[in-house]
């Protein structure tokens, strides 16, 4: 991925290839960081980018670093302004990705959270689709399942957690598949590798509930808001077996990254009309 040529970093914006943290970085050593992936999309026709829910984003970083003992050294106003700044200083004139992210900088060597010094960085990118499909996906059920709030809380986006992605991603797409399904400790649905996941059962539109290990989505809440306010149709929140998927009438995945994915095919069995819905 080719960043843009600044980058925020230790409290002012430099260029991109002088933000490097040291080897012995805290966060860089055991995952004591957490971030954010918010996205900008650009219009052609009146020139300029979009940010998608960029307060709500930063909210859940603050509330990502509060479970890790770290305070956010800006405010989400302040936030919101420097990611604008940012994306000027580097001219995207196309969709862009912003990843702010906090992390444990000390150079310390030894496992905690505690007494250790937090910073801020951020850079964007060029962005384009996260899940590269033609049609709809072809997913698997991962072997992996999805990481307990009991062990590393799957309701902050922790860089550590984010080996528990990785390994089910890596075993679908070396399967041959687009996507992973992953399911929680007791069996039921969770989300795909790094995407929320909603079917259409019964005439409803129905997701795991946060309680069931998944990520509160920013783009998970504002489909269930529009599903409600815009089209009419039902939403529900609920655990879900994994084979009422099988049987569903329409099934996708969605995420600020991956945007709305849907899904054609799950453990080799067609999804209604194995197309987008």
Known sequence: MI????????????????????????ALNYGTGCFEGIRAHWNENQQQLFLFRAPEHFDRLAASAHILMMRMPHTTVQLCELTA????????????????????????????????EDDFAMFTAPFGAYVEIEGAARIRTSSWRRVEDTATPARAKITGSYVNAALAKTEAMLDGYDEALMLSENGHVAEGSAENLFAVIGGKLVTPSVTDNVLAGITRATLLQLAADLIGIPTVERSIDRTELYIADEVFLCGTGAQVVPVGEIDRRQIGTGGAG
């Open 3 to 26: 960043t843009g040529r600044f980058a925020y970093f230790r409290g002012e914006i430099v260029p991109v290839e002088q933000a490097q943290v040291p080897i012995m970085t805290h």
């Open 85 to 116: 700044e940012l994306l000027r200083r580097n001219e995207h004139m196309h969709d862009a990705y912003i990843r702010p992210l906090m992390y444990k900088s000390s150079p310390i060597i030894g496992v905690r959270l505690h007494d250790l």
